[in-house]
Structures are given as C-alpha cells and as structure tokens.
C-alpha cells in the first residue's frame, strides 16, 4: 500500500471523524497510534471549544469575568478529551479498518525489555493471560 499524506481539506475532515481513503492506511495507522498520537489528539481537540468559546472575550468585561466564562469549560473540555483519548482513537482505527490493538504498539515497544526479562525469570506467560494483553475496556 502506498502511503499518501492528505491534502488540508482531507486532513481538516479526518481530523473531527472523516474517514481516509484506503491508500493512507499506514499514515492513519502511524497517526493514530505512533509517536505523539495523543499530543495531536489533544491539539485536534483543543481547538474547537476555542473557536466556540472565543466569542464570550468580545463582551465588555473584566478579564476576571472572562476567565470566569471561559476558562472551566475549555478545561473541561480538554480534560475529557485526554480522559476520551483511547477510546476514540480506537474508534477511529476500527473506521480505517485497522486493528484497535495498535493503540498500546508504542507502550509495547518501550516496555519490551521488562517482558522479556519477566519471561527469562519466570517463564512465559500463560495463555490464559492473553485477554490482558491490551488496555481496551471492553
């Protein structure tokens, strides 16, 4: 498969649930669940509750009150998107047709060594332990 970057618009859709073509597999795969998957995450989902709420700073108010008007909401909003994140990355790699599994691909790789030195200790892990294996919640 060949990997295609998309354009801005493309981009633009993908990011709020747009599905890709299948020829950008392995870039949404690498978006989705490479290095800085939640950084953009975070970013894609901290800009709309920006554009919505940047209107309340056009009333005539102390900064105080701003603040006040602004600031627990767009909090909110992030924090929900941090505490979302797997999940919808999830969603979206099932979208693509792809393995929901490739979300903990990164924290394998990094924490290799610690199983493979488990496994040189203890033996491997049973088969009945495979159910373990990922961070899904369902």
């Known amino acids: 498969m060949k990997s295609d970057r998309p354009n801005a618009l493309q981009y633009i859709a993908y990011s709020y649930g747009r599905r890709l073509p299948d020829s950008m597999r392995d870039w949404v795969a690498n978006d989705l669940a490479g290095e800085g998957a939640i950084r953009r995450h975070l970013i894609r989902f901290a800009i709309p509750p920006l554009l919505f709420l940047a209107p309340f700073w056009l009333i005539p108010a102390s900064l105080y009150v701003h603040l006040e008007m602004t600031a627990p909401i767009y909090?909110?909003?992030v924090l929900m998107s941090l505490a979302l994140n797997?999940?919808?990355r999830r969603h979206r790699l099932t979208v693509h047709g792809l393995s929901a599994n490739l979300?903990?691909?990164v924290k394998r790789k990094k924490d290799a060594q610690i199983h493979d030195d488990y496994a040189r200790r203890y033996g491997p892990r049973p088969?009945?332990?495979e159910w373990q294996s990922n961070s899904s919640p369902f």
């Open 127 to 129: 088969e009945s332990a």
């Open 103 to 105: 979300i903990d691909e």
């Open 86 to 88: 797997k999940i919808w």
């Open 75 to 77: 909090i909110w909003s």
